[in-house]
């Protein structure tokens, strides 16, 4: 009997799974940075191309996908404009915030030995 429960919750689990996966609005191939340059390289300007990604850019941030940011930042720096203040700013937030998580998982690396050692 309770293996028929633990089969029947897995299947739920599944099923539901790959339900969000398919519903999500970001499940598409431009939800990474690489999506999202992939889709700037059509547009005719590159100034429209600069908008389009900072407002991307941003997006990642907002969501916590911080390397995306990240990425695409470092994208319009190295190859669309160099001296963009607003993709600086938003490379240096998003890697802070980058830092900021390691540190986090360090610390609860070491208080997770910690308890280990004890």
């Known amino acids: 009997m309770k293996k028929i429960i633990l089969q029947s919750i897995f299947v739920v689990f599944l099923v539901v ?11 598409g191939a ?4 690489g999506g999202v340059i992939e889709i700037s390289k059509s547009m005719p300007s590159p ?22 940011a990240v990425s695409t930042a470092q994208y319009v720096l190295s190859s669309l404009d160099k001296n963009s203040v607003e993709a600086k700013n938003l490379l240096e937030k998003a ?7 390691v ?14 050692v004890k």
Not at 17 to 27: N, R, V
Not at 47 to 68: H, M, N, V, W
């Open 17 to 27: 799974a790959i339900g969000c996966q398919q519903a999500s609005p970001t499940a």
């Open 30 to 33: 431009s939800a990474t940075s």
């Open 95 to 101: 890697k802070q915030q980058l830092q900021a998580a």
């Open 47 to 68: 100034q429209q191309k600069i908008d389009y990604l900072l407002t991307q850019a941003k997006s990642f941030y907002e969501s916590k996908k911080f390397q995306d």
């Open 103 to 116: 540190q986090s998982r360090v610390t609860d690396v070491k208080k997770g030995l910690e308890g280990i």
